[in-house]
């Protein structure tokens, strides 16, 4: 039955099991020319940070893994609601780890973010000042013949995360566009018809794509290397593995919604807690830490809690008092209060 499953979520990190993945539905193939010689980076600290260092374990339930296998068969976008805390950022890091799909590509979003912050930005002014720079002969770089710098367009062009994820390689990205639920009421609509097509224009490229040496043009991506776009469109081949976070403060739009995978992660109780804590301190940290565990379990009256104030209270409690301590426990009750103003 869950044979089917190629991301299981137990946390090992299995190259290659992406690769199982069964053809696309037809009305979400898409025929980029593959990037063969794109060097993906490595898994950051980014993910470190968030996973933890020790072996990880099974965090996730079977209902959750099953919808985030629908949507990598479907290729479709996941988006995942639930209460500050859930683990639904972490949940990119997760994926991109298990099925070792390098470093995830992180849009944070704010009420300024348009879509095209996300696909490129174009340094017009930066391209303008060197272009002076090197009519007038004197350059600002050191040993660099002013006369002789580069000011071709696509060194002042950078693909941001969505545009780099979008790139025709052959395995996918993954990509976190995390709150989304803060954005102004566009960016949901607009991004439809990217998610949609899984191509953008770039018209700064695509303007003279018809001149000499021009058609294919280098540009800077968000990993900070350099990947050539030909006649100003980029156009993606393996569909990203997109993660859309919300934290509910606002309703979007149906069609965006039929577009998706929609994943709400419960806040993580019993054994996925247990799994978080000893991803974070090492096999049996979850028993060495049972009255910290039992106290963010049970002393919470029904109150969501995130479980970051469990993993600071275990971190900080061990550094001043034994366990079992009057002192450990007052201290953790301090750091686990209630996200509800209202309650303690
Ligand atoms: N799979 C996991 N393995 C280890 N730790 C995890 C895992 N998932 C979540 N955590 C830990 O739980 C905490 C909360 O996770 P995360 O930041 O992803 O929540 P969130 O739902 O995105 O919260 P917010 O809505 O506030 O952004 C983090 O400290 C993270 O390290
Ligand atoms: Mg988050």
Known sequence: MSEWLVYRGNGEPAPGRIDLLPEPPDW?????????????????????????????????????????????????????????????????????????????????VVSRTELKSGLYAYDAIARLQDAQISRSGVSAEPGVDAGRQDVSLGRYIRLGPLGTALLPSKRPRVLLIDELDKSDIDLPNDLLNVMEEGEYAIPELERISDRPAQATVEVLTDD?????????????????????????????????????????????????????????????????????????????????????????????????????????????????????????
């Open 224 to 344: 900070g290397l350099r990947a050539p776009v030909t006649a100003g469109r980029v156009r993606c081949c393996a569909f990203p593995i997109i993660v859309m976070t919300s934290n509910g403060e606002r309703e979007f739009p149906a069609p965006l919604l039929r577009r998706c995978i929609q994943l709400h992660l419960d806040p993580p109780r019993g054994k996925r807690l247990a799994a978080m804590v000893q991803a974070h301190f090492g096999e049996g940290a979850d028993r060495t830490n049972r009255d910290l565990v039992d106290l963010f379990s049970t002393d919470s009256a029904g109150v969501p809690r995130p479980a970051d104030q469990l993993l600071n209270a275990i971190f900080l409690t061990h550094h001043v008092a034994p366990p079992n301590s009057p002192q450990r426990t007052e201290l953790a009750r301090m750091l686990m209060g209630s996200l509800d103003p209202g309650q303690g």
């Open 28 to 108: 979400r193939r898409f025929d980029g020319e593959p990037l063969d010689e794109y060097p993906v980076p490595d898994i950051d600290s980014a993910s470190v940070r968030r996973l933890g260092k020790r072996p990880p374990l099974p965090v996730q339930d079977a209902r959750t893994i099953e919808l985030i296998n629908a949507a990598l068969y479907l290729r479709r976008p996941l988006l995942v609601t639930g209460e500050p805390g859930s683990g639904k950022s972490t949940l990119a890091h997760a994926l991109a780890h298990e099925l070792a799909l390098g470093r995830v590509l992180h849009w944070p």
